[in-house]
């Protein structure tokens, strides 16, 4: 199965900062299936990005997706105080999907 | 408004059976893939099983296999799980989570989890 390992573990900004979090995959993810999730405390996981670089629907354009075969960069433009949370890689481009154990983004 | 709402978590021994319960609402519920997922604590999220919309396909993780159980009522608008030979292993926040019609295997939609804890 696909490893996915992001980084940092925790990262530390200010509000109106630009964020860069980082997921790195095992093997190559074909065509880009890769989607980021942004978890809050006591909250349901919401989809941010999927296919590596596509918005899911209502999320602001500050948040955007690149990357392609085992790296992956999830960035936040300028950081609102509604972004801090735990941030979540998935690729579904072979079986198993898989998880990366998270980005914990918290204000500085 | 478009949610889903897990239940069904309690604290269980091991050896025993549980079954979990996902209830759709604000969206037509037998158009969509279903799956469960789960996060064990201070862990990261694990796939567990997959519905498809008419209940005639379904997949399981290697961890829960021969064990666990994944069925849908399209007429009640509602995702089950049922759990047997539980281990101390599967103690985890569960959730349901909807598929996009694009049928790739991420997931549009999530509930809040329901807590299982196996223990004795």
């Known amino acids: 199965e696909i490893v996915l390992t992001q980084s940092p573990g925790t990262l530390s900004l200010s509000p109106g900062e630009r964020a860069t979090l980082s997921c790195r995959a095992s093997q190559s993810v074909s065509s880009s299936y890769l989607a980021w999730y942004q978890q809050k405390p006591g909250q349901a996981p919401r989809l941010l990005i999927y296919?590596?670089?596509s918005r899911a629907t209502g999320i602001p354009d500050r948040f955007s997706g690149s990357g392609s075969g085992t790296d992956f960069t999830l960035t936040i433009s300028r950081l609102e105080p509604e972004d801090f949370a735990v941030y979540y890689c998935?690729?579904?481009?072979?079986?198993?999907?898989?998880f990366g154990q998270g980005t914990k983004l918290e204000i500085k | 408004e478009v949610q889903l709402v897990e239940s069904g978590g309690v604290v269980v021994q091991p050896g025993g059976s549980l079954r979990l319960s996902c209830a759709a609402s604000?969206?037509?519920?037998?158009?969509?893939?279903m799956h469960w997922v789960r996060q064990a604590p201070g862990k990261g999220l694990e796939w567990v099983s997959l519905i498809s919309w008419d209940g005639g396909s379904t997949y399981y993780a290697d961890s829960v296999k021969g064990r666990f159980t994944i069925s849908r009522d399209n007429s009640k608008n509602s995702l089950y799980l049922q759990m047997n030979s539980l281990r101390t292993e599967d103690t985890a926040l569960y959730y349901c989570?909807?598929?996009?019609?694009?049928?790739?295997?991420?997931?549009?939609?999530w509930g809040r989890g329901t807590l299982v804890t196996v223990s004795s």
């Open positions: 296919g590596a670089s």
């Open positions: 604000g969206f037509t519920f037998d158009d969509y893939t």
């Open positions: 989570a909807r598929n996009p019609p694009t049928g790739y295997w991420y997931f549009d939609l």
């Open positions: 998935q690729q579904y481009g072979s079986s198993p999907v898989t």
